[in-house]
């Protein structure tokens, strides 16, 4: 039976990268709604902003569940085994070599 650790921090630091790609995103979406009639040089740079920016953090959110380190052994932890982790669960890290499981203060929305 593994430990369970709560490790927030990494849960934090996690949503506050996602803000500004995110921002971007909704200003880009709100020019491409504004543009759309128009279909000008504006519009189409705003549509190419706005999936940029969901590549972006779609991107950076699979880097960082790919390089966890466990703050134990600093090992890069495998990323979480979604088969195992529900819709409404806590999303953590398994490190096999501490026998920690780190609960990053993540959930898998239930909708
Ligand atoms: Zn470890």
Known sequence: MSERRDYGRYGTRFMLANIPPFLIAMSAFWFVVR?????GLTFWVAVGV???SL???VAMDAYRYRH???PECGETL???NWRKIK???SIYFCCSACDIEWHVGLRIPDD
């Open 87 to 89: 819709a409404g669960d």
């Open 35 to 39: 543009e759309f009639d128009a279909r």
């Open 68 to 70: 966890f380190r466990c």
């Open 55 to 57: 590549f972006v953090l």
């Open 78 to 80: 495998p990323k979480p």
């Open 50 to 52: 706005f999936f940029g």
